[in-house]
């Protein structure tokens, strides 16, 4: 039952950040060069394994294999005194002249990480040919229980998260 609770509410907050938080990470030192992304406190390391050539029409799968400073909190998914998830919102686009926070309000896709070092990325595929991108933004969230209660006895928790760009760029043949 309380588990039951605990995941209930669980959603309702991920919902609530997922509304209220897009958009914030915005930060113009964050640079992507192949596949990696540095800035000056090197926060997440990743790499999208995904084919560089692709057909048009087939679905391919992949992974994000990653590196996040949180996994200096926790690297175990199911710790309820240090509970943690990794998603990658994502989308397919001919382009990537825009901002995170005009991305956060236009992904399509949503893929959930199974440990704290890979996303996996299933049945992507594209419609036409050309150079088209995987473009999304991994989401990295550590919520802490602080062993404390507020005023109404209810468990105070500290809520880490941080958000980056992910990109591939994939050209997309005709089937031969």
């Known amino acids: 039952m309380i588990k039951n609770n ?3 509410l669980f959603g309702v907050l991920c919902i609530f950040l997922m509304l209220f938080s897009c958009g914030k990470n915005t930060k113009k030192s964050n640079i ?3 596949n990696k992304q540095s800035s000056l406190t090197l926060e997440i390391e990743y790499n999208i394994e995904f084919p560089d050539t692709v057909h048009i029409n087939k679905a391919y799968s992949g992974s994000i294999s990653y590196t996040s400073i949180f996994d200096t909190i926790t690297t175990d998914f199911g710790n309820e005194e240090k509970y943690r998830y990794v998603i990658f919102r994502s ?7 825009y901002d995170v926070a005009y991305l956060s309000t236009i992904v399509k896709d ?8 890979i996303i996996p990325l299933k049945d992507i595929s594209f419609h036409k040919k050309g150079i088209f991108y995987i473009d999304g933004i991994i989401e990295d969230t550590a919520i802490i229980n ?3 209660k507020n005023e109404k006895g209810e468990d105070l928790e500290r809520w880490l998260i941080k958000e980056f760009r992910a990109t591939k760029k994939v050209v997309v043949i005709d089937k031969e």
């Open 146 to 148: 602080l062993h404390k």
């Open 32 to 34: 992507i060069k192949n």
């Open 6 to 8: 605990f995941i209930g």
């Open 110 to 117: 949503t893929f959930g990480a199974v440990t704290n070092k």
């Open 91 to 97: 989308l397919v686009s001919d382009s990537i002249d």
